[in-house]
Nanobody, 119 residues
Framework: QVQLVESGGGLVQAGGSLRLSCAAS????????MGWFRQAPGKERESVAA????????YYADSVKGRFTISRDNAKTTVYLQMNSLKPEDTAVYYC????????????WGQGTQVTVSS
């Protein structure tokens, strides 16, 4: 089992940047694929970015490609989401999640961190 704690959210003006961090407990962090999701008020949760256990493969939603970068440091058991050129439509609660290798679903979720982008 792994516990996830996000940090780094806040209020930023449009065009600004934030870096989210997700610290994971446990010694098996490198055996999980990791993802960032977000949920805006009144909307369904959506996938933002994901990274394989090794860090070699990443995925981005079309809406954030070229602006967001996901990375991980397995030694520090932490995954990051660097968000640049933020837009008001990026406003949401951001969650990180862990998916065990060879599983289809993300099984562990953090509590979320609020990101608010003002226009």
């Amino acid at each position: 089992q792994v516990q996830l704690v996000e940090s780094g959210g806040g209020l930023v003006q449009a065009g600004g940047s934030l870096r989210l961090s997700c610290a994971a407990s446990g010694r098996t962090f490198s055996t999980y694929d990791m993802g960032w999701f977000r949920q805006a008020p009144g909307k369904e949760r959506e996938s933002v970015a994901a990274i394989r256990w090794s860090g070699a493969i990443t995925y981005y939603a079309d809406s954030v490609k070229g602006r967001f970068t996901i990375s991980r440091d397995n030694a520090k058991t932490t995954v990051y989401l660097q968000m640049n050129s933020l837009k008001p439509e990026d406003t949401a609660v951001y969650y990180c999640a862990a998916r065990p290798l060879y599983r289809d679903e993300y099984e562990y979720w953090g509590q979320g961190t609020q990101v608010t982008v003002s226009s």
